[in-house]
C-alpha cells in the first residue's frame, strides 16, 4: 500500500461527514429563508390589503333643492354649458352649481350636511365620498368663486374623521367641528377681493398667504387677495354705512312726505351736533313747526339690499330724543309717532314686505299705540328692537327709514346701528 493510499484511508471518513453535512445545513438555510420571506409576503399582503381597506374611497352624491327664485342653473362635471336646475337633482363630484341674485338653492350632501347658497353665488364640488370598508372619514370640499354659503356640517355619526374644507382665491378653509355652522363669503370691497369667513357654531381653521387662524364660536376672519388672514373678532355685521354720521349724510337721503291731506308745512331734517353722556355726537334732528292738524314725515333713508335669511340675530339701535310732540300716541291710526322706524324686505317668496314701530311720550288723548313704544320725554336714551321676530321673515332687507310723522314735531337720532349674525 502506497502511502498515498494511506493519507486517503486516514482522512476520507472526516471530509466525507463534512460533505454530507454542507448539503444539508444549505438545505436548512433555504428553508428557513423561505419560511422568512413567505411570512414577509403574508404580512406585506395582509398590510396592504388592510391599507386598501382602510383608504379605499367611495364617491357619493347630493341633492340640489330650489328654494326662491327660478335663476339656478348647474354644469355637470366635462360639460362647458349650465343647464337650468330642477327640484331635487342629483348632483356629483365636478358639479358647478350657481345661483342668480334672487335665488337661493340647498346642496344636501349625502350624511345630511347642508349647503345653502345664497343669491349670485357659484360653487364647484371637487370632494366628496367616504371611506369604503371601514368607516373611518367623510371628505367634502368645495370651491366657491364668488356669493355667499353657509354650511350647516353634520355630527360624526360612524365616522372617526370630517375632513369638510372650502377654497377661494384668498383663502383654504377647514371646518373643524362636526355638527358646527359656518358662513363663507366671496365678495369685493372697492376693487378688492377678500375671503370673509364665520363660525357660527364650532371652530374654523382659515389660512392665507402661508397664514392659519383658528376662528372659534361666533367669530370671523377676512382675508384679502394676497393678505393673511385678519384676527379673529366678533362676527356681528353691520348692515348700515355711516350709521354714526362721522361722514355728514353720505349714504343717507332725506325724506319729506305731506301725506296727500292737503297740508304745505314741511319739515327739516337738520345735521348738528349734541354731547350725549357727556360726549360730543353728530345728531340728526326732525323738526316741524306750524303743522296744524295735518299729516307730514321728515327722515332720513338708506337702501340696503342686505340678505339676512340665515341671520340668528338682528337688532336696531339707535340713540333718540324726542324732544316735543304735539299728537297724542301715534295718532288715530296709531301711523303718526313723534320717532318712528320702518323697514323695507323681501320675504322667502320674494314678496315685499313692511316692518314698522314707533316711540312716544305722551298720549293725553288715550289714541291707540298699536306697535309703539313708551319712552322719557325729552331726554337722551338708547332704544333696542330685537327684530328676530319680524313676519313674515325677511330674507332681504331693502332699506330702512328712520323719521317723525304726525302733526309737530322735535325728535332727534344719533349713532344707529342694525347689525346681525
Known amino acids: 500500500m502506497s502511502d498515498r493510499d494511506s493519507e486517503e484511508q486516514a482522512t476520507s471518513p472526516v471530509t466525507n461527514g463534512r460533505r454530507r453535512r454542507r448539503p444539508e445545513r444549505v438545505a436548512w438555510f433555504v428553508l428557513a429563508l423561505s419560511f422568512l420571506l413567505f411570512l414577509s409576503l403574508c404580512g406585506a399582503t395582509g398590510a396592504a390589503a388592510y391599507f386598501y381597506r382602510s383608504t379605499a374611497t367611495e364617491t357619493r352624491n347630493a341633492k340640489l333643492e330650489l328654494i326662491d327664485g327660478d335663476s339656478v342653473f348647474v354644469r355637470e362635471r366635462g360639460y362647458s354649458d349650465w343647464r337650468q336646475a330642477t327640484n331635487g337633482m342629483t348632483l356629483s363630484e365636478g358639479d358647478a352649481v350657481r345661483t342668480g341674485t334672487s335665488s337661493r338653492a340647498l346642496v344636501t350632501l349625502f350624511d345630511t350636511s347642508t349647503i345653502l347658497l345664497s343669491g349670485d353665488t357659484e360653487i364647484v364640488i371637487v370632494d366628496m365620498k367616504t371611506s369604503r370598508y371601514i368607516s373611518r372619514t367623510k371628505q367634502v370640499r368645495y370651491t366657491q368663486t364668488s356669493g355667499r354659503t353657509r354650511v350647516g356640517m353634520a355630527a360624526l355619526e360612524d365616522y372617526s374623521r370630517y375632513d369638510f374644507e372650502v377654497t377661494t382665491s384668498q383663502a383654504n378653509v377647514l371646518f373643524d367641528v362636526p ?199 325729552d331726554m337722551w336714551q338708547t332704544l333696542q328692537i330685537d327684530l328676530r321676530d319680524m313676519y313674515p321673515r325677511p330674507v332681504t332687507i331693502k332699506s330702512l327709514d328712520i323719521f317723525a310723522a304726525g302733526h309737530d314735531y322735535d325728535t332727534l337720532v344719533a349713532n344707529i346701528s342694525l347689525a346681525g349674525d
Open 179 to 377: 355638527g358646527g355652522s359656518y358662513l363663507v363669503e366671496v365678495g369685493n370691497t372697492n376693487d378688492v377681493p377678500f375671503t370673509r369667513v364665520e363660525a357660527r357654531r364650532g371652530t374654523a381653521s382659515v389660512s392665507g398667504a402661508g397664514t392659519t387662524v383658528s376662528v372659534d364660536e361666533e367669530q370671523k376672519t377676512i382675508v384679502n387677495q394676497g393678505g393673511v388672514p385678519s384676527s379673529p373678532n366678533s362676527a356681528q355685521r353691520e348692515l348700515l354705512a355711516n350709521g354714526d354720521f362721522g361722514k355728514q349724510m353720505e349714504h343717507w337721503s332725506e325724506t319729506y312726505d305731506q301725506g296727500g291731506d292737503g297740508g304745505d308745512v314741511f319739515g327739516k331734517v337738520t345735521l348738528t351736533n349734541q354731547a350725549i353722556a357727556g360726549k360730543p355726537t353728530n345728531v340728526v334732528e326732525f323738526r316741524r313747526v306750524g303743522g296744524n292738524t295735518d299729516y307730514a314725515e321728515t327722515g332720513i333713508h338708506q337702501n340696503l339690499n342686505a340678505e339676512v335669511v340665515d341671520f340668528i340675530n338682528l337688532r336696531l339701535k339707535l340713540d333718540a330724543r324726542i324732544a316735543y310732540q304735539s299728537l297724542s300716541g301715534g295718532g288715530s291710526q296709531s301711523s303718526e309717532y313723534p320717532l318712528m322706524v320702518r323697514i323695507r324686505y323681501l320675504d322667502a317668496n320674494g314678496n315685499p314686505a313692511e316692518w314698522y314701530h314707533g316711540f312716544y311720550y305722551q298720549n293725553d288723548d288715550g289714541n291707540p299705540v298699536r306697535d309703539g313704544e313708551k319712552v322719557e320725554e
